[in-house]
């Protein structure tokens, strides 16, 4: 056994409300540069939607991720034999197009305009050439657009749903969409790693944050092609890749990342997940139907005293332990097995994890006897003074699941490799925490009802208290869970502590800080 | 003239080579963060694959010609001492010159013609771009009028590079060479020269450790393990990312 930790985030989907500030937060602190404008470390797609860059998951077009091959697996766009011999035109490589061309507006013109018989306008203009342009595409051009025909009716994710499936989805009186919030998944078999010709791209031992090293990076740009979450972006202007890099210096300072902190939903968590990393390629050439399975089988009980003999054999901080034992992502991914990892199949076993969305239940509005209704609820319940209830109360007990607007096929085809018994499992325990809540808050719900949900589901009425708990309530020490970086070590990040001994300070990398004259 | 042809094949030779090796170690080891060729293909891919790749296989080929004239002149001569033989290796040399002349104009087309591109241009770009294109259009008009190239080239210019390596240049058949491979020899070390100074530096990170390196890495701040063993001195173990 080979124990490591992970900084693991968890989204809870049915509380992202696609505000897009994570994004902006993220942007502000790291892409705001340029060569770096057209990237979105943090990007929030609308689904059904095509994303960002348009049609990320379809591999036909893109070629990232593995693939199988034979017993083994192989990298399908990258790899040592292609990376080689394409390395001096990539076949498989993005351009900017596809993302989109990043733009400004010449808004000094509104100011500066001499006089004139029209109304001074602020032109688009490329933020690459200087050049007027007109604006094609945006990050999130197909924001809510649920139901278009340009943009939900291509997404990937509808590949092998029925023609009647997809017409059900897109009625309008049905229509929905939720919002999936996408970054670096910090993968456990990253091919972005794997494709690097230069060897720039690295995993880190300690929290298993993947970075390129900027100096090490020759631009070779295999690893746009390789990430199947298209998350490795190239910077046109500098000619090196970059990425999403977990907010390290926030998170080596105890800080949150930017995304995480500035969440208006509250809907990510962040914690440590121990795992046996001798599993790696194992768990990566499973069968699409076990990938998913193995995949959580590899993350360690942390409780477990086995495991924590030799996760302190393999030099982990007791506060690194101990933060894996109060991690709000384990709870979320392993305990209540509540999360699943965005599209396993490309087999870069992603370490984010995903709630699935219950929303848009199948309700109905339906005229009550306000005065009947109010009786039957308790005191914590609240009473409007209309006669209408919003019920999403079914007669067949998750009823409401297996006729929900998204098909399951769909939802797990996102995340799950095609098994809608994942996500069916998962959404029946999210609904029978919400039959239970609303059996306490509300009590309209007969009590055999709940114990019949929560059973089916095997919870208990604890457990579901639990999850609502860390699903509705929890504070930001609940939700940001992660070991201390000791100072020494950061010191240590820096700097071989040996080689400056007896001098102040760490100095400059290239040149000697310049006083006075 | 006698001394600016000593300028030119002695002192010329000399200078770009130091340049070169100075300049190189230099920048890679102070400013690594810029020893790669800025790609644009982000920018451009259709075009650029017209240009790069007949440039770049024709650039391998022929360089790879020329280093074999000059490390076994032997063997090139009697390669070349059979016609046919000698006729094949020059037809496929010419084809690849060729095919560097053609890829490098379509390369200097789309950088001209490309907003984009004109956008991510530096000037040493266009001042590289014209001077391999003096150096293959130089190349293309030696292969076709000065025959045959390979053989003179292992008979006469190898002898007087090795006795620049030696450091007791013997100019006597350079100096008699007509100026047109003149210019072509001068064009060669001035391309040496720049090196240091323009994108040609990729060439010397080529990555050749791909091939035997395996396909994960992962990095740890320190060697935790030794760390915690109270036996090992603690300076013993250095970070791997430092």
Redesign the interface.
């Given at each position: 056994m080979d124990v490591?930790s992970q900084i693991s985030m968890v989204f809870h989907l049915d509380k992202c409300i696609g505000c897009h500030t994570c994004s902006i937060a993220c942007k502000n602190i790291w892409t705001d540069r340029k060569g770096a404008e057209y990237m979105w470390w943090n990007n929030v797609e609308t689904k059904p939607g095509t994303g960002y860059p348009g049609k990320w998951e379809n591999q036909d077009i893109y070629q990232g991720g593995w693939q199988k091959n034979g017993k083994g697996i192989e990298l399908k766009g990258a790899g040592?034999p292609k990376?080689?011999t394409n390395?001096?035109?990539?076949?498989n490589?993005?351009?900017?197009d596809d993302y989109y061309e990043p733009f400004t507006y010449k808004y000094l013109d509104l100011i500066e305009s001499p006089p004139g018989d029209d109304q001074p306008t602020a032109r688009p203009i490329s933020m690459?050439?200087?050049?007027p342009m007109d604006i094609k595409m945006g990050p999130n051009w197909d924001d809510d657009l649920s139901g278009s025909p340009d943009y939900a009716r291509n997404d990937p994710n509808l590949a092998n749903l029925t023609p009647a499936e997809r017409e059900a989805m897109f009625q309008l009186e049905r229509m929905a969409f939720f919002y999936l919030p996408r970054i670096c998944n910090h993968c456990l078999?990253?091919a972005c790693?794997?494709s690097?010709?230069?060897?720039a791209?690295?995993?880190?031992?300690?929290d298993g944050i993947v970075l390129i090293n900027?100096?090490?990076?020759?631009?070779?740009?295999m690893c746009?092609t390789a990430c199947p979450y298209k998350k490795t972006y190239?910077n046109?202007?500098?000619?090196?890749s970059e990425k999403c890099i977990l907010c390290f210096p926030r998170i080596e300072s105890g800080q949150a990342p930017a995304c995480m902190h500035s969440c208006v939903g509250r809907i990510r968590y962040l914690g440590v997940m121990l795992y046996d990393?001798d599993g790696?390629e194992a768990v990566a050439s499973a069968d699409d139907a076990d990938v998913v399975d193995r995949q959580m089988d590899m993350i360690l009980d942390p409780f477990d005293p086995e495991v924590i003999a030799s996760a302190?054999?393999?030099?982990?901080?007791d506060s690194t332990i101990a933060a894996a034992q109060a991690s709000p992502a384990y709870k979320f991914v392993k305990v209540w097995d509540l999360a699943l990892p965005l599209h396993p199949e490309y087999r870069t076993l992603p370490m984010l994890f995903y709630v699935p969305p219950l929303l848009p239940v199948v309700a109905s509005v339906t005229e009550v006897d306000n005065e009947e209704q109010a009786k039957k609820m308790n005191p914590v319940g609240k009473v409007w003074p209309d006669s209408w209830l919003y019920d999403t109360t079914t007669k067949e007990l998750f009823g409401t699941i297996d006729d929900a607007r998204f098909p399951l096929k769909y939802m797990a085809n996102l995340f799950s490799a095609g098994d809608t018994t994942q996500v069916s499992d998962r959404l029946k325990k999210l609904m029978a925490v919400r039959l239970h809540r609303r059996q306490i808050t509300v009590g309209d719900l007969a009590e055999s009802t709940v114990k019949e949900a929560l059973a089916d589901t095997g919870l208990t009425p604890q457990t579901a208290d639990d999850i609502y708990y860390l699903t509705s309530l929890a504070k930001f020490d609940d939700r940001f869970v992660i070991p201390a970086a000791h100072r020494e070590?950061a010191i240590?990040?820096?700097?071989?502590t040996?080689d400056v001994r007896g001098s102040t300070g760490f100095g400059f990398e290239?040149d000697t800080a310049k006083r006075g004259a | 003239m006698n001394a600016l042809n000593s300028f030119l094949f002695v002192a010329f030779p000399y200078v770009a080579v130091m340049v070169f090796i100075v300049g190189v170690a230099y920048r890679y080891r102070?400013k690594?963060?810029t020893?790669?060729?800025?790609?644009?293909?982000?920018?451009?891919?259709k075009q650029?694959?017209w240009g790069?790749?007949p440039f770049?296989?024709g650039v391998l080929v022929v360089f790879v010609g020329h280093l074999t004239a000059f490390l076994l002149p032997r063997a090139t001569l009697a390669w070349n001492s059979i016609p046919l033989r000698l006729i094949v290796l020059e037809v496929t040399a010419f084809i690849f010159g060729l095919s560097m002349l053609i890829g490098l104009v379509a390369l200097m087309y789309r950088r001209f013609s490309n907003?984009?591109i004109?956008?991510?241009t530096t000037p040493m770009d266009v001042v590289l771009e014209l001077l391999l294109l003096a150096q293959v259009v130089l190349g293309c008009w030696i292969a076709l009028g000065f025959r045959w190239g390979s053989s003179w080239f292992a008979a006469d210019l190898t002898p007087y590079l090795w006795s620049l390596v030696r450091l007791s240049p013997e100019t006597a058949a350079v100096f008699a060479l007509p100026w047109v491979i003149k210019l072509h020899i001068v064009g060669a070390f001035a391309l040496i020269l720049i090196v240091p100074f323009s994108r040609l530096v990729?060439f010397v990170?080529?990555?050749l450790?791909?091939?035997v390196?395996p396909?994960?890495?992962?990095?740890?701040?320190?060697?935790?393990?030794t760390?915690?063993d109270p036996n090992t001195p603690w300076?013993e173990a250095?970070?791997r990312?430092?």
């Amino acid at each position: 056994m080979d124990v490591r930790s992970q900084i693991s985030m968890v989204f809870h989907l049915d509380k992202c409300i696609g505000c897009h500030t994570c994004s902006i937060a993220c942007k502000n602190i790291w892409t705001d540069r340029k060569g770096a404008e057209y990237m979105w470390w943090n990007n929030v797609e609308t689904k059904p939607g095509t994303g960002y860059p348009g049609k990320w998951e379809n591999q036909d077009i893109y070629q990232g991720g593995w693939q199988k091959n034979g017993k083994g697996i192989e990298l399908k766009g990258a790899g040592k034999p292609k990376s080689l011999t394409n390395i001096f035109h990539n076949p498989n490589m993005p351009v900017i197009d596809d993302y989109y061309e990043p733009f400004t507006y010449k808004y000094l013109d509104l100011i500066e305009s001499p006089p004139g018989d029209d109304q001074p306008t602020a032109r688009p203009i490329s933020m690459i050439t200087g050049e007027p342009m007109d604006i094609k595409m945006g990050p999130n051009w197909d924001d809510d657009l649920s139901g278009s025909p340009d943009y939900a009716r291509n997404d990937p994710n509808l590949a092998n749903l029925t023609p009647a499936e997809r017409e059900a989805m897109f009625q309008l009186e049905r229509m929905a969409f939720f919002y999936l919030p996408r970054i670096c998944n910090h993968c456990l078999n990253p091919a972005c790693v794997a494709s690097c010709p230069s060897g720039a791209i690295y995993k880190r031992g300690e929290d298993g944050i993947v970075l390129i090293n900027q100096s090490v990076c020759r631009g070779w740009r295999m690893c746009v092609t390789a990430c199947p979450y298209k998350k490795t972006y190239y910077n046109w202007s500098t000619g090196k890749s970059e990425k999403c890099i977990l907010c390290f210096p926030r998170i080596e300072s105890g800080q949150a990342p930017a995304c995480m902190h500035s969440c208006v939903g509250r809907i990510r968590y962040l914690g440590v997940m121990l795992y046996d990393a001798d599993g790696i390629e194992a768990v990566a050439s499973a069968d699409d139907a076990d990938v998913v399975d193995r995949q959580m089988d590899m993350i360690l009980d942390p409780f477990d005293p086995e495991v924590i003999a030799s996760a302190k054999a393999n030099g982990l901080a007791d506060s690194t332990i101990a933060a894996a034992q109060a991690s709000p992502a384990y709870k979320f991914v392993k305990v209540w097995d509540l999360a699943l990892p965005l599209h396993p199949e490309y087999r870069t076993l992603p370490m984010l994890f995903y709630v699935p969305p219950l929303l848009p239940v199948v309700a109905s509005v339906t005229e009550v006897d306000n005065e009947e209704q109010a009786k039957k609820m308790n005191p914590v319940g609240k009473v409007w003074p209309d006669s209408w209830l919003y019920d999403t109360t079914t007669k067949e007990l998750f009823g409401t699941i297996d006729d929900a607007r998204f098909p399951l096929k769909y939802m797990a085809n996102l995340f799950s490799a095609g098994d809608t018994t994942q996500v069916s499992d998962r959404l029946k325990k999210l609904m029978a925490v919400r039959l239970h809540r609303r059996q306490i808050t509300v009590g309209d719900l007969a009590e055999s009802t709940v114990k019949e949900a929560l059973a089916d589901t095997g919870l208990t009425p604890q457990t579901a208290d639990d999850i609502y708990y860390l699903t509705s309530l929890a504070k930001f020490d609940d939700r940001f869970v992660i070991p201390a970086a000791h100072r020494e070590q950061a010191i240590e990040m820096m700097e071989f502590t040996g080689d400056v001994r007896g001098s102040t300070g760490f100095g400059f990398e290239n040149d000697t800080a310049k006083r006075g004259a | 003239m006698n001394a600016l042809n000593s300028f030119l094949f002695v002192a010329f030779p000399y200078v770009a080579v130091m340049v070169f090796i100075v300049g190189v170690a230099y920048r890679y080891r102070q400013k690594g963060f810029t020893v790669s060729s800025l790609s644009s293909q982000f920018l451009e891919g259709k075009q650029l694959f017209w240009g790069t790749i007949p440039f770049h296989f024709g650039v391998l080929v022929v360089f790879v010609g020329h280093l074999t004239a000059f490390l076994l002149p032997r063997a090139t001569l009697a390669w070349n001492s059979i016609p046919l033989r000698l006729i094949v290796l020059e037809v496929t040399a010419f084809i690849f010159g060729l095919s560097m002349l053609i890829g490098l104009v379509a390369l200097m087309y789309r950088r001209f013609s490309n907003a984009r591109i004109r956008a991510v241009t530096t000037p040493m770009d266009v001042v590289l771009e014209l001077l391999l294109l003096a150096q293959v259009v130089l190349g293309c008009w030696i292969a076709l009028g000065f025959r045959w190239g390979s053989s003179w080239f292992a008979a006469d210019l190898t002898p007087y590079l090795w006795s620049l390596v030696r450091l007791s240049p013997e100019t006597a058949a350079v100096f008699a060479l007509p100026w047109v491979i003149k210019l072509h020899i001068v064009g060669a070390f001035a391309l040496i020269l720049i090196v240091p100074f323009s994108r040609l530096v990729h060439f010397v990170v080529a990555p050749l450790n791909y091939i035997v390196r395996p396909y994960q890495q992962v990095m740890w701040n320190w060697d935790r393990k030794t760390i915690r063993d109270p036996n090992t001195p603690w300076s013993e173990a250095r970070p791997r990312n430092n």
